[in-house]
């Protein structure tokens, strides 16, 4: 049914190294069909229960090789929950399908979790997966743990996954009496005069909505010394965030705050393959003019019950691939050119 032509070189023999599942905005809801806020797209709330069933069920029986793990990119339940107060059964219904998974899945934090739960609940909750953080190999020095939710992994020797906080700088989930909030708040509302700080009405930065967030400089030093490490160790990087950072490859209104900063740091390292974002609900990709793919998957809840929102990357010395299943469209992903040796 969802089976699309190989482009390229999809076909080719050789068996990857490993691959990884990614599912991105399941935002369930024990509620009937909606619609997003411009009212042209479709949500299908409780049918989203059933998206990520059906996508459980296929990385658990697949096998050549099996998954490593899976990437939840945020949004995992809606924030609706919160006026019905529902918030922690459909979290609990959601995280015991999660438990039908036969490998770990690491949980991003996006929007939806903040609409639902405050940053300390969910820093003592399933959702918090920084307990699958590498220990074994390096914890860069002089950086501190901070008070943001990212840490790094390694599925595979040479490949590291970074997993990003992209409302480290925001207004959602904080306590409204911190200083950090008063923060956020003020730099929010230096880039959006409108009264609905939801609306990018007018803006010549559009993504200073109250939706989105940023990243501190306290995270980007950190990402900035795992990148450094992976750089001298010649790793290859995978990262993740709620939150697109790169503009061609997403509507300008979904990125986070500080994209360029997050890009700067990203930029000034040759070990960055591709970054996965969700939030935008209707996809996107773009290659940067520095090699790095910007995948931007599509939504489990604008999917049709007949159709389907998740992937498998597969993983090769020299390429990574994602097989889209449903809406995902399949993409290659090849490693940049490695610099010419200089005798
Ligand atoms: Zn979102």
């Not at 599942?21 to 024990?30: H, K, L, R, S, T």
């Not at 059906?54 to 995992?76: F, M, R, Y």
Request: with cysteine.
């Amino acid at each position: 049914m969802d089976e699309k032509p190989s482009p390229g070189t999809l076909s080719e023999s050789s068996e990857p190294l490993f691959s990884f599942g990614v599912i991105a905005d399941i935002q369930y809801a024990n509620l009937e069909d909606g619609y997003n806020y411009q009212g042209n797209r479709r949500r299908y709330y409780r049918h989203s229960l059933l998206h990520l069933q059906g996508a459980i069920e296929h990385w658990n029986k697949e096998s050549t090789p099996p998954p490593c793990c899976v990437l939840q990119l945020g949004d995992i339940i809606d924030g609706y929950n919160a006026q019905y107060k529902a918030s922690e059964r459909s979290l609990e219904l959601v995280m015991n399908t999660f438990q039908m998974l036969q490998v770990p899945v690491h949980h991003t934090w996006g929007n939806h979790e903040f609409y639902n739960f405050s940053r300390d609940y969910l820093t003592n909750s399933k959702l918090n997966t920084k307990f699958l953080e590498d220990q074994s190999v390096h914890r860069p020095e002089n950086v501190s743990s901070g008070s943001y939710y990212a840490y790094h992994f390694v599925p595979f020797p040479k490949f590291r996954f970074i997993l990003l906080d992209a409302y480290d700088l925001s207004v959602l989930g904080v306590d409204q009496s911190s200083p950090k909030y008063q923060q956020c708040l003020r730099m929010l509302k230096e880039h959006n005069p409108n009264m609905e700080l939801n609306s990018p009405q007018g803006l010549s930065e559009p993504q200073f909505v109250q939706f989105n967030g940023g990243f501190s400089q306290e995270q980007l030093n950190w990402l900035n010394e795992v990148l450094t490490f992976s750089d001298t160790n010649q790793e290859k990087v995978v990262i993740v965030s709620h939150l697109p950072i790169y503009p061609k490859a997403s509507d300008t209104v979904c990125l986070a705050w500080n994209y360029r900063d997050a890009l700067t740091v990203i930029w000034s390292h040759e070990c960055v393959v591709c970054f996965f974002a969700g939030h935008t609900h209707d996809g996107g990709y773009c290659k940067d003019p520095f090699g790095v793919h910007h995948v931007n998957l599509e939504g489990v809840i604008e999917t049709a019950p007949d159709s389907q929102a998740f992937g498998t990357v597969y993983v090769y010395p020299d390429k990574m691939m994602l097989k889209g299943r449903g809406r995902v469209p399949d993409r290659i992903m090849n490693y940049k050119k490695e610099k010419a040796f200089h005798f």
